[in-house]
């Protein structure tokens, strides 16, 4: 069973239309959920972690949000350059001590 | 900014033949994880590494992989013995604690002939 899915598989949007991108998760007992940017051929970059359900984070044009079953990524008149997949990854209990489960990313196009 | 540096960026190599990637973590961050990500396929973990021993491995990290940190700065992934099916990327990771957030590298691009 999938503990990690991530809808939609793939966004398209114009500059400057705002969306959002969901993950929803079946881990108990959540440690953290952390989105990542991935870009074709490259490593997971960096972008939030958040630990408890009501948790916000803001990043330029993002904003990520976490409830005790789903986390968003809201996404603020986005630019071209925002193009890439989006990763949502958790940490609990099922995923012993270390590793992230990821979810199949969401990938977003940003057209000008 | 301190970042995971991997190498080579891309092997090839045959198959049955033995491989080691290379991967210098932050150099302040304690624990350290290898993940693969086959083409379209999801980011899977592999095994995490903390104090000079593994810590987690996945079932997807059996007898024909092994991982080493043979200095102060360098951590390696070896496989004995490639398949085919081992071809993927291979990610490097590593973060300052246990649920703190992970750091990849570029990856390298394994291509197993």
């Known amino acids: 069973e999938d503990q990690v899915t991530q809808s939609p598989e793939a966004l398209r949007l114009q500059e400057g239309e705002s969306s959002s991108l969901n993950c929803s998760y079946t881990?108990?007992?959540?440690?953290?959920l952390f989105w990542y940017r991935q870009d074709p051929g490259k490593g997971p970059e960096f972008l939030f972690t958040?630990?408890?359900a009501g948790e916000e984070k803001e990043k330029e044009r993002l904003k990520a949000t976490l409830t005790k079953k789903e986390s968003f990524l809201h996404i603020t008149a986005p630019k071209p350059e925002d193009s890439a997949t989006y990763l949502c990854?958790?940490?609990?209990?099922?995923?012993?001590?270390?590793?992230?489960?990821f979810g199949a990313g969401t990938r977003l196009t940003v057209k000008p | 900014e301190p970042e995971v540096t991997q190498t080579p960026s891309h092997q090839v190599t045959q198959m049955g033949q033995e491989v080691i990637l290379r991967c210098v973590p932050i150099?302040?961050?304690?624990?350290f994880y290898w993940y693969r990500q086959i083409l379209g396929q999801k980011v899977e973990f592999l095994v995490s590494?903390?104090?000079?021993?593994?810590?987690?491995k996945s079932e997807i990290f059996d007898d024909q992989f092994s991982v080493e940190r043979p200095d102060g700065s360098n951590f390696t992934l070896k496989i004995r013995s490639t398949k085919l099916e081992d071809s993927a990327m291979y990610f490097c990771?590593?973060?300052?604690?246990?649920?703190?957030?992970?750091?990849f590298g570029p990856g390298t691009r394994l291509t197993v002939l």
């Open positions: 990771a590593s973060s300052v604690g246990l649920d703190n957030e992970q750091f």
């Open positions: 881990v108990s007992g959540l440690r953290g």
């Open positions: 958040l630990y408890s």
């Open positions: 990854a958790v940490q609990g209990p099922e995923t012993n001590n270390n590793d992230m489960r």
């Open positions: 150099s302040n961050h304690l624990y």
């Open positions: 590494f903390y104090n000079n021993e593994i810590s987690e």
